[in-house]
């Protein structure tokens, strides 16, 4: 069911979604949280589709905010709010309101959302495109637990990389940091299975995608140890390797889909390594609505420290390592090899074990 509101309120808006609820049969709300997307025209469709995807995961109101700026003098001072409320299968799973803001109500967005919002559910708020300096500052985000930017989707991914450690504030994150989850969990369990330290690293892929130098960052955040970033032409990530005692462990993926994890003494294997579509990193992303202070250490390494090569960074103080010891891994877990790691005293930069690379 589909609803046009022209020169409307937000009270008129809720009535509407009561109106519409009523009408297909489903009197009661059963959305676990609000996401607001903050798009323009162009990328709103794309961004709607990811978002309905992801509530089959994740029931919520989406609410759809399209700031719409007008070239004419006389347009820009006329404030006029105009929704689409759509609820049942055209809404995917919960309820979706698009808003398209003029005049002076684009300066007030938070005003027209606020009333909008669930009660007593969480706040999520998406940046698909365009993302501001600080996102926890940003009135509309400010409104939020979780603060999601891209900056894959940045003119300039490295700098925007770079911005989002100067500004970063607990609950931020970054569809750039979900999409090497894969990456990151291969990984640590190949480090789990080889008792042996890791002494440098190479991570391959496009040049100016973020989620390399992320997880070039990280690597060099958890194992104290120099990370080169070399550039291939891709697509996305190609190949990380390790170099260790006993020789290289690289995970290398030419094409996008299928990598091989190669390990000394051990066979090659076939693993698959899929590249996600916006809908999938969305909807991990929606998991888990507490602070990821995995990704704030390795944000905080610095994408500087990657142009050289990667310089190796002084051994972690032992509260850096109890930090490190609590991070759980992507099921929540904390891994037994990092724990026993973490609880040790920290070893020379170039000598740090493997295990601390136990994920978020």
Known sequence: MKMDLTDTTSSKINSALVQGRRAIG???????????????????YDALKAANEASREHPSRKLVVIKRVSRSPRDRAKARLDAEVRVGTSA?????????LYGDVIDHAQSVVLPLLLPDAPVVVWWPVTSPLSPEKDPLGALGQRRVTDTYAAE??????????????????????????PWRSMLAAALDQQQVD????EVEG??????????AMWLADRLGIPVKRTVSEGPGLTAVRLETKNGQIVLDRPNGTLATLCMPGQPDRAVA???????????????????DITYESALKYGVERLSDGGSAPAAKAPAAAEEAKAAPSEDGAVPAAAESKAAAAPAPAKKASGKKAAGK
């Open 26 to 44: 489903t009197p009661a709300i059963g959305m676990v949280l609000t996401l607001v997307i903050v798009t323009d025209e162009e990328h709103a």
């Open 92 to 100: 995917g799973t919960g309820e979706t309101v698009v808003l398209r």
């Open 156 to 181: 300039d991914p490295l700098a925007e990389v770079s911005a989002r450690a100067a500004h970063y504030a607990p609950g931020d994150t970054d569809l750039a940091w979900t999409r090497i989850t």
């Open 198 to 201: 890791v002494l440098s690293a």
């Open 206 to 215: 496009e040049g100016y995608n973020p989620s390399g130098e992320l997880l």
């Open 273 to 291: 390594l899929n590249r996600r579509d916006t809908a999938e990193l969305l909807a991990e992303e929606l998991r888990r609505l507490d602070p």
